[in-house]
C-alpha cells in the first residue's frame, strides 16, 4: 500500500448509474488529485483540491464531480457516463511545496 | 501548454539487455521532472530530478537530466523480467506543482 487507498478497485456501471469513486490518504498530505488514464493516452489530470479547494477543473464534463470533504478524502462522482469515459481512474496526493505525488492504486471503471 | 513526449511508445529485450527510455519536455517555470514505473495499477515513485547533469542512481537504474535540451534519460541495466513495466515521465511546473505526464514507454523483458 502506498498510503493513497482507493476503492472500489473495480466498478462496471451502466450509462444510467450513479456511482461514486473513493479516495483516502494517510500522509498527511494537503493536495489531492484525480486523474484519468485511457488506453494509449496520457494520465489526464481531471481535478485539483488544494487545502480542501479545488483549485483546477481541467474541462472535465459535468457528468464527473468532485467532492473533497477534508483533506483526507476525495470522492469523484458519476452520473450518465459514457462507453467512452472507461479508463483508470487514478487518484493522487502531495504536499504543496514538496516534489512529487504518491498515487493509489485506481479504478478500473467499465461504462456498459 | 506544457508537454510531455516519451520514447518509444514501446520496447522488447531480453533479459540482460541495456535499454535507455527517453522523455523531452515544455513545460513554463520548470520545477522537476518524475520518473514513474506502473506495473498494474498504481505509479511508484522512481527518481525526481531537478538539476541538470547529476545523475541519479537506484542499483541497475539511473537517470539524468539536461535543462538545456529539456529532455531526461532513464537507463536500465542488466534487465530482469521484473522491469517489464510502463514508464511514466513527468514535469512539475513551478507555478502551479501540477504534473504532466508523458503516453509512457511499455517495456517487455523477455526471459
Known amino acids: 500500500e502506498t498510503g493513497v487507498t482507493q476503492t472500489p478497485r473495480h466498478l462496471v456501471m451502466g450509462m444510467t448509474n450513479k456511482k461514486s469513486l473513493k479516495c483516502e490518504q494517510h500522509?498527511?498530505?494537503?493536495?489531492m488529485y484525480w486523474y484519468k488514464q485511457s488506453a494509449k493516452k496520457p494520465l489526464e489530470l481531471m481535478f485539483v483540491y488544494s487545502l480542501e479547494e479545488r483549485v483546477e477543473n481541467n474541462s472535465v464534463p459535468s457528468r464527473f464531480s468532485p467532492e473533497c470533504p477534508n483533506s483526507s478524502h476525495l470522492f469523484l462522482h458519476l452520473h450518465t457516463l459514457q462507453p467512452e469515459d472507461s479508463a483508470l481512474y487514478l487518484c493522487?496526493?502531495?504536499?504543496?511545496?514538496?516534489?512529487?505525488?504518491?498515487f493509489g492504486s485506481g479504478t478500473r471503471l467499465t461504462v456498459v | 501548454e506544457d508537454k510531455v513526449v516519451q520514447s518509444p511508445l514501446s520496447l522488447v529485450v531480453h533479459e540482460g539487455d541495456t535499454v535507455t527510455l527517453n522523455c523531452s519536455y515544455e513545460v513554463t517555470n520548470f520545477r522537476s521532472l518524475l520518473w514513474y514505473k506502473q506495473e498494474k495499477k498504481a505509479p511508484t515513485f522512481l527518481f525526481m530530478l531537478t538539476s541538470s547533469g547529476i545523475e541519479k542512481k537506484s542499483g541497475r537504474l539511473s537517470s539524468i537530466l539536461d535543462k538545456k535540451e529539456l529532455f531526461s534519460i532513464l537507463n536500465i541495466t542488466a534487465t530482469q523480467t521484473g522491469d517489464s513495466a510502463i514508464y511514466l515521465c513527468?514535469?512539475?511546473?513551478?507555478?502551479?506543482?501540477?504534473?504532466?505526464f508523458g503516453k509512457g514507454t511499455l517495456l517487455t523483458v523477455n526471459p
Open positions: 500522509l498527511g498530505h494537503n493536495a
Open positions: 513527468a514535469v512539475e511546473a513551478r507555478s502551479n506543482y501540477k504534473l504532466t
Open positions: 493522487a496526493s502531495s504536499q504543496v511545496g514538496t516534489y512529487g505525488y504518491t
